[in-house]
T-cell receptor
Framework: DAKTTQPTSMDCAEGRAANLPCNHSTISGNEYVYWYRQIHSQGPQYIIHGLKNNETNEMASLIITEDRKSSTLILPHATLRDTAVYYCIGSGNTPLVFGKGTRLSVIA | EAQVTQNPRYLITVTGKKLTVTCSQNMNHEYMSWYRQDPGLGLRQIYYSMNVEVTDKGDVPEGYKVSRKEKRNFPLILESPSPNQTSLYFC????????????FGPGTRLLVL
């Protein structure tokens, strides 16, 4: 299973783009990258996943480098409600292995 | 609305008094799972089920039981709760062919005295 590393914490100004990086240098060719977030004490929420192409949905965009060793989750216009812990997870992890994630604080 | 529901959301009980936490999903998912979350330890899987009448142990199954008699329900049973089972519990579900895209319930905060 692909191990991931993320910064412990990040701040972002409200209304600005939040860019959350993730390193997954051990990911194999057929392993997807999944992103979840957990708002304080709520259930984790699936955000997006991708294999090698960039992906976008109503919540976020996912940019995966060509060598697939890292990715960036982008919240285009962060709001206070986006304050949460964000987890980057390599597929093949069932059960999901959440790690410590990145604590994103969106500041007014 | 597609959702996973858990009941109760909060529970205080005493050591040894059997309890059940219910979990129900309305998305016709085959896969269901229970996790517990503790400070510094992250989310750990307790039990999971790939379909009706099929259950299996996760990473921390000791002290817990589950059943899957219907596709939509996956109750977590603590036959004789102990204080080390004080935790935040989450139920999750997904399609069998997409187990990494899980939908989580709101959580049940349990305190065992």
């Amino acid at each position: 299973d692909a191990k991931t590393t993320q910064p412990t914490s990040m701040d972002c100004a409200e209304g600005r783009a939040a860019n959350l990086p993730c390193n997954h240098s051990t990911i194999s060719g057929n392993e997807y990258v999944y992103w979840y977030r957990q708002i304080h004490s709520q259930g984790p929420q699936y955000i997006i996943h991708g294999l090698k192409n960039n992906e976008t949905n109503e919540m976020a965009s996912l940019i995966i480098t060509e060598d697939r060793k890292s990715s960036t989750l982008i919240l285009p216009h962060a709001t206070l409600r986006d304050t949460a812990v964000y987890y980057c997870i390599g597929s093949g992890n069932t059960p999901l292995v959440f790690g410590k994630g990145t604590r994103l604080s969106v500041i007014a | 609305e597609a959702q996973v529901t858990q009941n109760p959301r909060y529970l205080i009980t005493v050591t040894g008094k059997k309890l059940t936490v219910t979990c129900s999903q309305n998305m016709n998912h085959e896969y269901m799972s229970w996790y517990r979350q503790d400070p510094g330890l992250g989310l750990r899987q307790i039990y999971y089920s790939m379909n009706v009448e099929v259950t299996d142990k996760g990473d921390v199954p000791e002290g817990y039981k589950v059943s899957r008699k219907e596709k939509r329900n996956f109750p977590l049973i603590l036959e004789s709760p102990s204080p080390n089972q004080t935790s935040l519990y989450f139920c999750a579900s997904s399609y069998l062919q997409d187990q990494e895209t899980q939908y989580f319930g709101p959580g049940t905060r349990l305190l065992v005295l």
